[in-house]
């Protein structure tokens, strides 16, 4: 069975650095093909995608964000981290990490975790 | 940057079709996936390369994608299929995009 938790901090401060760790079990990151993206969903609003990482430790950003973002992946742990630099209260969402096997689809997801930025 | 359009809203009666349009530039020529989102829960794929339904999706679930509109079909509706759903394709820069969303209400 495969499955993804996200883990981090509930409240960030306006500047501060976000870090999330999403850790799943049922795959290997390391397997060929494999890939693991971040995700977020700020409240009432649509989904949106925020960075990838592949079995071979290639690493993709949103073309919006992508001065703010690092993603990182410890295989052996099982486990995929996504830091944002300079939190601002519109990143208040839902973070979510997602599987993605052999197509561009997220077709397993973790639970989400929700994120307020506030002072 | 590349954006896809849906609905806000589709309300179908129990039993009947309801059709989900996803619009967006040269759509047909990307490959459209389909997610589901009840209040409170985690997105569920249920459409993934235009057409194509994970397992333990049902068959109810359809999919199509042509010119500039993908299109999500749930024949036979039930009330469990009211939630939200989205849209999703790869711009190719890398970009993941998603749909505006759509409401479907089972009256």
């Known amino acids: 069975q495969v499955t993804l938790k996200e883990s981090g901090p509930a409240l960030v401060k306006p500047t501060q650095t976000l870090t999330l760790t999403c850790t799943f079990s049922g795959f290997s990151l390391s397997t060929s093909k494999m890939r693991v993206s971040w995700l977020r969903q700020p409240p009432g609003k649509a989904l949106e995608w925020l960075a990838r990482i592949d079995w071979d430790d290639d690493k993709f950003y949103s073309t919006s964000l992508k001065t703010r973002l690092t993603i990182s992946k410890d295989t052996s742990k099982n486990q995929v981290v996504l830091t944002m630099i300079n939190m601002d209260p519109v990143d208040t969402a839902t973070y979510y990490c997602?599987?993605?096997?052999?197509?561009?689809?997220?077709?397993?997801w973790g639970q989400g975790t929700m994120v307020t930025v506030s002072s | 940057s590349y954006e896809l359009t849906q609905p806000p809203s589709v309300s179908v009666s129990p039993g009947q079709t309801a059709s989900i349009t996803c619009s967006g530039h040269?759509?047909?020529?990307?490959?459209a996936s389909w997610y589901q989102q009840k209040p409170g829960q985690s997105p569920v794929l249920v459409i993934y390369?235009?057409?194509k339904r994970p397992s333990g999706i049902p068959e109810r679930f359809s999919g199509s994608n042509s010119g500039s509109t993908a299109t999500l079909t749930i024949s036979g509706t039930q009330a469990m299929d009211e939630a939200d759903y989205y849209c999703q394709a790869w711009d190719g820069t890398p970009n993941y995009v998603f749909g505006t969303g759509t409401r479907v209400t089972v009256l």
């Open positions: 997602a599987r993605m096997a052999s197509s561009d689809a997220f077709d397993i």
């Open positions: 390369q235009d057409y």
């Open positions: 040269k759509l047909g020529d990307k490959d």
